[in-house]
């Protein structure tokens, strides 16, 4: 077989993964036992005094800013301009309860988190819904009133623009921190433990939640991802980290004052996330160095410092727009994922994979052969003026292929959008299984049983076709924060079961040899296809297809309608909307027809095809 022929390039690609990938991990070992201990040295060099050794412990606190602000900027992709607000909370929290209350600096630690945690949910949870511009104003207003209210002095505690002295330094009993050389130790085990909680964090599917919102929220909300949540969520760990990192900071310089918080502080944490690489921990630890060391190097062209920043901004954005050092999500394969014990070679994880039992759906008892699986009463829903959908009935029943049709903007897909929760109908009631599911959120539709595609394909195109459909099975999985920070043997049994439901989904639609290509790099035919296989992973009882054949060409629409069969015989019921007639009249069983909102015909596929009413609503009638 030629390498070079689309079916030779998953084998070329695999084969060359395979040789590759034990030196690659032998390189990354090998750089990262180099620079551990070049930090542990780091005090100890020739060249090296008190003042270069307080310089490092200040790239640790960025970098611990850096690490926050990553986790939501860059895994979520939440615009947050005032970040040094919460850095500023923790900061005030150890200041104050230190010098009013004489508390321990180390209580105050997480003391600290826990403060600037539990603002931040306070304050955005109001909030949490805004996108992108919007968000980062918002933001940048919460940065400014918590350096304005420090500067006010409220109830004589902050004392104003003089800031409050006297803060302690960290005591462990035996010895206190006080020195350059140990306050360097101290910010970088932290660091290190930080990290290894993050990348603990980024391969769970609390990590994988988080991207997929980033990627696209509506389709991370429709794969069963409480989008709100995991936001909020990520908001909480990100800021709390701040306050760790603003409660080091505090014993360390032992005052703190509103002009260390300002907005041009939160400027320059975005500009480390923004430089490393949204999502990169190393990207992080370079931006930050960057960030820090640079002014010391040249400090003769301080007052340009901002300049230079920003121009390399600009041409990180033109020629690297992913980072300095971005996240290669490729290169990592299954083993990137985190899961313990996995065999070396992917295949025989398929084997094994395809051998074990499929998890049953969390949807209740399985429906009695043709019992009414979908039911929409009376659905009307109506854009301002514009009725969309107009008193509409629907019954799809089990083991059948019900195909809803109709011409451009007949209403098709905001009745789609109704039954899986995007939409809430202004009047009218959506059934399934017997239970009204018109008010429920997408996430809580995908658990009851129901899963779709879209008609423009929604993937997460930056993420791997296997981590694309490790968000199908998320709505069955329950293990959360704790447990993957430390990777206990229930949240890694459950994270395999979640791999090997996608692999076998995978490998049913035939994209196996593609599982770690990003999905932006598949055909178009393919993209459709790792959707479905997406939907297929959340294990519903009803598949929801959105003109499941647009795009394709005769051959991949033969392969797709054989396909769709062999789901129906496995057990699936589906309701999908089409345009292309010999896929309507190939593989239906039933067929409902849609003009202007209303249902004008429903019957057998061979009598629709004849139906006056519908020829007429897609062919006109002579005047």
Not at 163 to 182: E, H, K, Y
Not at 213 to 229: F, P, T
Not at 448 to 460: E, H, M, S, Y
Not at 544 to 561: A, F, R, V, Y
């Amino acid at each position: 077989m030629n390498p070079l022929t689309p079916k030779g390039l998953p084998r070329l690609l695999k084969f060359q993964g395979r040789q590759e990938a034990p030196a690659k991990g032998r390189k990354s070992r090998g750089l990262l036992a180099l620079l551990i201990a070049l930090l542990i040295a780091y005090p100890f060099l020739p060249f090296v005094n008190s003042y270069w050794i307080d310089v490092a412990f200040f790239v640790g606190i960025y970098v611990l800013l850096g690490l926050s602000l990553n986790i939501i900027l860059g895994e979520v992709g939440l615009f947050n301009l005032g970040h040094a607000a919460f850095y500023a909370i923790g900061a005030y929290t150890t200041a104050i309860l230190y010098t009013q209350f004489q508390v321990p600096i180390l209580l105050l630690l997480p003391l600290s988190a826990l403060i600037a945690g539990g603002f931040a949910y306070l304050v955005t949870s109001p909030i949490i819904h805004l996108r992108g511009d919007y968000l980062c104003i918002v933001t940048i207003g919460i940065g400014e009133i918590v350096r304005i209210t420090a500067l006010n002095n409220p109830f004589d505690l902050t004392k104003g623009a003089n800031g409050i002295t006297g803060v302690g330094n960290p005591d462990f009993g035996l010895f206190a921190i006080q020195s350059p050389t140990q306050f360097y130790y101290y910010i970088w085990v932290i660091i290190a433990l930080v990290i290894i909680g993050l990348i603990n964090l980024q391969k769970s599917r609390v990590g994988r939640a988080w991207n997929y919102i980033r990627e696209d929220e509506i389709a991370a909300e429709a794969s069963g991802i409480n989008v709100r949540h995991y936001k909020l969520l990520a908001f909480v760990i990100g800021t709390a980290l701040a306050g760790v990192a603003g409660n080091i900071y505090g014993s360390k310089m032992m005052i703190v004052s509103p002009s260390n918080f300002t907005f041009m502080e939160s400027c320059l944490i975005f500009v480390i996330v923004l430089l490393g690489g949204l999502g990169s921990i190393p990207g992080n630890l370079l931006g930050a160095t960057i960030i820090v060391v640079f002014p010391e190097i040249f400090r003769q062209f301080a007052s340009y410092r901002l300049l230079f920043f920003g121009a390399a901004l600009v041409a990180m954005m033109v020629f690297r727009p992913g980072g300095i050092l971005p996240r290669k999500r490729e290169r990592a394969g299954l083993r990137g994922l985190g899961i313990s014990r996995l065999p070396a070679d992917e295949d025989a994880f398929l084997q094994e994979a395809l051998r074990a039992a499929p998890v049953a759906s969390a949807g209740a008892v399985q429906p009695a052969e043709n019992a009414i699986v979908l039911e929409t009463q009376q659905i009307t829903m109506q854009f301002g003026g514009l009725v969309a959908v107009n008193q509409f009935d629907l019954k799809v029943r089990k083991g059948q292929i019900t195909a809803l049709i109709g011409p451009n903007g007949a209403g098709k897909t905001t009745l789609f959008n109704v039954i899986t929760g995007i939409y809430h109908p202004h009047s009218g009631k959506v059934l399934f299984m017997g239970e009204d599911i018109t008010r429920l959120k997408p996430h809580r539709i995908i658990a009851k049983g129901i899963a779709r595609t879209f008609q423009n394909i929604r993937l997460f195109p930056s993420l791997t076709c296997i981590e694309n459909v490790m968000s199908g099975p998320h709505c069955h999985a329950h293990h959360g924060v704790w447990p993957a920070l430390f990777h206990f043997a229930g949240q890694q049994k459950e994270e395999r079961t979640i791999l090997e439901a996608a692999a076998r989904r995978l490998h049913q639609v035939g994209l196996w040899d593609y599982r770690n290509e990003l999905a932006r790099n598949l055909p178009y035919g393919k993209q459709k296809m790792l959707e479905i296989a997406r939907a297929l992973a959340s294990d519903p009882q009803l598949l929801i297809l959105d003109e499941p054949s647009s795009g394709l060409n005769d051959k991949e629409t033969e392969e797709l309608m054989e396909f769709l069969t062999r789901l129906v015989h496995e057990g699936f019921t589906i309701l999908l909307i089409e345009h292309d007639m010999n896929v309507v009249m190939g593989i239906s069983d039933r067929v409902t027809v849609m003009d202007m909102g209303y249902k004008i015909a429903e019957d057998l596929p061979q009598n629709i095809y004849n139906n006056p009413k519908v020829i007429e609503a897609y062919l006109g009638k002579e005047e």
